[in-house]
């Protein structure tokens, strides 16, 4: 299980694990929370090349469908088929077997523009306090 203080995070609750140019994603414990019970996942396909911000997962739950979106640009090498096979997983361990997809970063400096896991809690509170969720 990764320690989700040395994440990075996305305003779309997407995490990023980046070690070099090798990146491991999954979305947040608060947002498997409130997405509730995940019934399917289609993940990305291997070889594509996608730009930071670009929408190229779904996970859907008993509530609805979400995009994920890619917090930094590459290329994905691997796709989870454990949490394809059984998609609780990403509410049963958002940060350990519930992660989603791996990808190489073409641009690995634009993970500064994600959230610390501090700078990610702040936003929580923040937008709790506004009702926006």
Not at 68 to 95: M, Q, R
Request: proline share 5%; net charge negative.
């Amino acid at each position: 299980m990764l320690d989700p203080k040395k994440l990075m995070y996305m305003k779309s609750h997407e995490w990023l694990d980046l070690q070099g140019d090798a990146g491991t994603v999954g979305i947040s414990d608060h947002a498997q929370k409130e997405i509730t019970d995940v019934v399917f996942v289609e993940p990305p396909k291997v070889g594509r090349t996608v730009k930071q911000g670009e929408a190229c997962c779904v996970v859907e739950s008993v509530k609805a469908a979400f995009d994920i979106y890619a917090p930094v640009s590459g290329e994905i090498t691997a796709v989870n088929a454990d949490v394809v096979k059984d998609p609780a997983l990403v509410n049963a361990e958002a940060f350990g077997k519930g992660w989603l997809f791996k990808l190489k970063a073409s641009a690995p400096d634009e993970a500064a523009k994600l959230m610390t896991e501090a700078a990610y809690e702040e936003f929580l509170k923040a937008e709790a306090a506004h009702g926006s969720h």
